[in-house]
């Protein structure tokens, strides 16, 4: 693919994860529109709005997958891959805010988050059993807190780079918001 054909693509992709995100109804005219590109464009890639939902979810999964692959959840510190996973997840958030619950296109696509759920629960065992976090929570519940606690500085705290995003969520994960 063209240099200028890979930047419009994901234009396109990260133009509709937001606007998808805040009106699951918009038209791909409209995504075409405020990513810049004729919506002929986007037509010729996607042949109509469900495919470029479809793709705008499979982007987003690809970038999970590259912040799992780099966090090394099996074998990093749990601290350290704690700080990845989140600081990666909440530039994937912010680059893709469209919520998994949108995400009706393929069952394949449904597959993969599970298994990223899947994967992220793995590591909270370990950090649980390594005594990073509490091993007495319901289960489900530390990967719910995690999945909040990145929303919330994700798109609550734009301002905030990644890093700083992920050092506060992390801290709040931690520590919570009470006096010690």
């Given at each position: ?6 930047r419009?693509l994901?234009?396109v992709?990260?133009?509709g ?8 109804g ?7 529109g405020?990513?810049?590109?004729d ?8 042949p ?55 995400m ?10 599970l ?48 890093g700083?995003?992920a ?14």
């Amino acid at each position: 693919m063209r240099a200028d054909a890979a930047r419009n693509l994901d234009a396109v992709l990260q133009t509709g994860a937001r606007l998808l995100a805040d009106d699951p109804g918009v038209s791909v005219a409209a995504i075409a529109g405020a990513a810049g590109v004729d919506r002929r464009t986007v037509y010729r890639r996607f042949p109509n709005r469900d495919a470029l939902l479809c793709a705008v979810f499979q982007a987003k999964l690809d970038a999970i997958d590259d912040v799992l692959a780099q966090c090394r959840m099996a074998e990093a510190p749990v601290g350290v891959v704690l700080h990845r996973l989140v600081e990666g997840a909440v530039d994937v958030a912010r680059r893709y805010p469209v919520g998994h619950e949108q995400m009706g296109c393929s069952s394949t696509a449904v597959e993969r988050h599970l298994a990223h759920r899947d994967n992220v629960e793995t590591f909270l065992h370990r950090a649980a059993d390594e005594g990073l976090i509490r091993a007495d929570l319901p289960d489900g519940m530390a990967w719910l807190l995690l999945h909040g606690v990145v929303d919330l500085v994700a798109h609550q705290y734009p301002d905030l780079d990644s890093g700083r995003a992920a050092d506060l969520a992390v801290d709040v994960l931690l520590g919570g918001i009470g006096r010690n």
